[in-house]
């Protein structure tokens, strides 16, 4: 469901009349909220100003966030800057929003989900008062070209339930030449000029968002989701050598895309894998899972040799220990170069055994390792004792 | 370039404030009492320095020359910083910047005779040390180089440099933009200092800063003309061809230069702050450099794993030591000491 927020009931009467939107009133905790059935569409009446906005959206999102897909903002916005780029009865969209608190900015802001958009993208004050002084303007022009009420609350409450939101803005005062007609005027021309600025909205609203019933088949997100498949992925699913579980499913998927970021070409990709995992795999003895779980080595290791060899030569290094089932126990991430071994003696010659495996280990070497003092290349840590 | 310009009232009449002004002479401008009083005030999205880049001009106030952290520069020495702009033009999607500031607009400081005359005092209390050497950094919180033709501050600095030639600095830069450097006399303590990444990194990760091959164009150009060269391999970025891709660029680099013709080459692994990662993942997340597997480490810094890191300081510096660098020529930034 496509959710419009907007500040007042004069602002949304094109909304509310237009027989193709077939908006109705919906029974809720206040009065403010529509519907339409037929487009999957609400609008609410948020009322002006950032606590009325912040209460009534948050509500409704709470009672019906899972429905919920994206909020768009519509409403009237004062011109701070003095520009051609902004002229009265203008519509922009929002990038992203601030807020004035009234004796200093809020540091939050909060930006829309617009990247580009048929009109001009720019930013926009929410303010905690009526804008309609010279002074306002001064003191609010640094941060953004135009003033509102309500934006930043919509951010605010979107961001908190983390739906995506527009806001599209009619420009309707200029308040760089507030002080020439005074406050009242400023307010009661907003009022007069109310059904023209909303018709504007409903013009630019169907210019960005397109509706239920057209959305589903004209996305071409939607159509990319659909086509988007998983060349290994179908591979091995399909074949009988490997049995894939969820969790390895996941995995597969996200090494595949890593690799496929890497080297570009899915099809050689293919060929290499095949050529060097998946058929030598089929021959070979082990359970279906068990081949799932090489895949995803051989994977890992195609993206990350280091760790691969470093993993090995571990392995390698402390054979002797592991053979006695001496337990070694690396820090933390390998963050320090010391190691703990845990080993339980039951009868003496245990002690026997743990002294052969001690002596075999080259716990020098281990260090090297663990200090990344060896050649990937030569697969051997290095006679260089840093440790 | 600029959608705005800011500039202190008090400094309008400054020439460097002048020049800029009537370079943009079509941008908008507005007179401010303090830079801070709008620049940081408000969480200004990163990515909006692509539509949305203001300029700030200023004085910088406070302490204008700082003490480096212990990771900078040649050990045993004494290493300051000095800030004479915020922010950058390029985007490299792993900087600090994006988390450091909360804002991405460039902030010129131009009040550089401030700057120079603290420089001054610490040459003093550093000769009164006995401290044979003195080094300042320029490029902490920008690129050295980059804006050097809007900022024009470079000749200043030579000529203190000339006057002052115990003390040294070091002009850290990601761009080929050499033409201010270009009209000066070289200076032997004065050194340009190029980050270098394989090129297939940069194209990856350093967005929207010159290539590989550009930088060391600029390179070559420099030393021809008597600058002295220094070289920074940081962030080291691990791939599956690693060591083959820093090979690679070693190769391009011994093409135009001679290990003798650097003065130094520092290396560090790539490494975030908890907030800067979280911000890499905000605004870059269809980046390679989530395709790495980091950890949190000691410091509660996101690295590779200890081994790892060091495995990969340790190859390339065999590398530049098989190319012919002496073992004095380089240094790493060790993890512990860092603080960036």
């Known amino acids: ?387 | 370039m600029f959608e705005k310009i800011f500039y202190e009232k008090d400094i309008e009449n400054h020439p460097k404030t002048q020049f800029l002004l009537n370079k943009f002479s079509q941008t908008p401008n507005m007179a401010i009492n303090r830079v801070d009083d709008i620049f940081g005030r408000v969480k200004k999205p990163y990515l909006q320095k692509r539509t949305n880049l203001n300029l700030f001009i200023g004085s910088k106030r406070g302490q204008l020359v700082k003490e480096t952290p212990s990771a900078y520069g040649l050990s045993g020495e004494p290493h300051y910083y000095f800030i004479h702009s915020y922010n950058c033009l390029y985007e490299c999607d792993y900087c600090y910047l994006q988390g450091y500031f909360h804002s991405p607009d460039l902030v010129f400081f131009i009040n550089h005779e401030d700057i120079l005359n603290e420089m001054e005092n610490v040459v003093k209390t550093n000769r009164e040390k006995g401290n044979k050497t003195i080094w300042f950094h320029a490029g902490e919180y920008s690129d050295s180089l980059a804006l050097s033709h809007l900022t024009k501050e470079l000749p200043q600095y030579f000529d203190f440099f000339k006057k002052n030639p115990e003390a040294k600095l070091e002009l850290r830069t990601k761009s080929a933009n050499i033409r201010e450097l270009k009209e000066l006399s070289p200076l032997k303590n004065v050194i340009a200092s190029f980050s270098l990444s394989p090129k297939d990194k940069i194209k990856d990760h350093d967005l929207k800063t010159p290539p590989l091959k550009a930088r060391i164009k600029a390179i070559e150009t420099l030393k021809n003309l008597g600058h002295p060269i220094a070289l920074h391999f940081d962030p080291i970025i691990y791939g599956p061809s690693f060591k083959e891709d820093y090979k690679e660029l070693l190769k391009s680099l011994m093409e135009t230069i001679n290990p003798e013709d650097i003065e130094y080459i520092s290396f560090g692994v790539v490494r975030f702050t908890k907030e800067v990662y979280h911000q890499v993942k905000k605004n870059y997340p269809d980046s390679k450099i989530h395709h790495q597997e980091f950890i949190k480490s000691f410091d509660g810094k996101v690295r590779y794993m200890k081994p790892q890191r060091l495995w990969m300081l340790q190859t390339i510096k065999d590398l530049c030591l098989n190319q012919g660098f002496k073992e004095e020529q380089l240094y790493l930034c060790m993890e512990a000491e860092d603080s960036e």
């Open chain 1, 1 to 387: 469901m496509k959710l419009i927020a907007i500040a007042h009931r004069a602002e949304a009467q094109a909304f509310l009349k237009s027989r193709h939107l077939a908006l109705k009133p919906e029974a809720f905790a206040f009065d403010g909220l529509y519907y339409s059935t037929e487009h999957n569409l609400a609008l609410l009446l948020t009322g002006e100003g950032v606590q009325s906005a912040t209460e009534k959206l948050a509500a409704l999102c709470g009672a019906k966030h899972n429905k919920i897909q994206e909020i768009i903002n519509l409403g009237v916005a004062g011109i701070l800057e003095n520009s051609p780029q902004f002229e009265l009865g203008g519509v922009k969209e929002i990038r992203t929003a601030y807020h004035d608190l009234g004796h200093k900015m809020e540091f939050k802001s909060f930006s829309t989900s617009s990247q580009t958009s048929p009109f001009h993208l720019c930013d926009i004050v929410t303010s905690s008062k009526r804008a309609l002084k010279k002074k306002d303007c001064e003191e609010l022009l640094p941060f953004a070209p135009l003033v509102d009420r309500e934006t930043w609350a919509i951010g605010s409450v979107a961001n908190r339930f983390q739906i995506p939101f527009r806001s599209l803005k009619v420009l309707s005062d200029k308040v760089y030449e507030a002080d020439q007609g005074g406050s009242l005027e400023v307010c009661r021309l907003i009022k007069d000029q109310a059904p023209l600025w909303s018709q504007q909205l409903l013009a630019a609203f169907d210019k960005i968002v397109p509706l239920e019933k057209e959305a589903h088949s004209n996305n071409p997100e939607n159509k990319k989701e659909l086509l988007k498949d998983n060349t290994l992925l179908d591979f091995i699913e399909k074949s009988t050598t490997f049995h894939v579980t969820t969790s390895q499913k996941r995995k597969v998927k996200s090494l595949w895309d890593i690799l496929l970021s890497q080297s570009m070409n899915e099809k050689a990709l293919m060929t290499e894998l095949k050529d060097s995992t998946l058929t030598p795999l089929a021959s070979e003895k082990g359970t279906p899972k068990s081949k799932t779980s090489k895949l995803i080595e051989r994977l890992e290791n195609l993206i990350s040799p280091f760790k691969t060899d470093f993993h090995k030569l571990l392995e390698k290094e402390t054979k002797a220990l592991n053979e006695a089932r001496c337990k070694i126990v690396f820090s933390n991430q390998f963050e320090t170069d010391s190691i703990d071994l845990n080993f339980t003696i039951r009868k003496p010659k245990d002690v026997f055994k743990l002294q052969k495996a001690i002596e075999k280990t080259d716990f020098t070497t281990i260090q090297n390792l663990l200090n990344g003092q060896w050649d990937s290349k030569e697969m051997s840590p290095s006679c260089d004792d840093k440790a």
